[in-house]
């Protein structure tokens, strides 16, 4: 159904959606705008300038990180790929600051936004105490989107768990301090 063979795939009617955002604004948009994605045009294009900045900067910054790790590519994340995804969360961070992605009231940016964080949390390969107001959105969302555990959190953690079943700590070490050492030195254990 879906070309690029990836999920989800949204069916309604003879149309066919093969990409989630995509799919979450026509839904809104033919059946229930609302706040969620509201009809004015001045407040949609901020929510989609939201939802382009995940998928452009946000998630392609945790993909390049767990993505060549889950696909047996690598077994540790290069410091260069960590410290743009930190820029990343520099700058979520700092969107969240009223309490959502955008402002003070949620939007379908804030579930957007909460599928990458939450999949980042169950990869666990960083420490994210130091974005305080990411930390504290992200409990209000779990408990602010319906259904959170079955529709976001089951899916991230399995995602986490195929993650961490294929990074290894111990390699990352290792690459480090061989980076330090420079070339000619070796490691051995």
Known sequence: ?????????????????????????????????????????ERRSQIDQRLFFNIGTFYKRFGDCVYPVCFGKSKIIEEEKKNALKEALR?????????????????IADVDFMSTLSTLEACSFLDLSQYKN????????????????????????????????????????KHKLSKTLGKGFSIFY
């Not at 979520?92 to 003070?104: A, I, K, N, Q, R």
């Not at 079955?150 to 993650?163: D, H, M, R, S, T």
């Open 1 to 41: 159904m879906n070309p690029q063979h990836t999920v989800p795939v949204l069916v309604d009617g003879k149309l066919v959606i093969t990409e989630s955002r995509a799919a979450i604004t026509y839904l809104c948009s033919e059946y229930k705008s609302g706040q969620l994605y509201p009809a004015d045009p």
């Open 91 to 107: 700058w979520v961070d700092e969107m969240v600051t009223d309490g959502y992605v955008l402002g003070s009231s949620m939007s």
């Open 134 to 173: 990411v930390k504290k959105w992200s409990k209000q969302m779990k408990k602010t989107i319906p259904n959170f555990s079955e529709n976001c959190e089951k899916g991230a953690l399995a995602f986490g768990k195929w993650f961490n079943s294929n990074y290894s700590k111990n390699d990352k070490f």
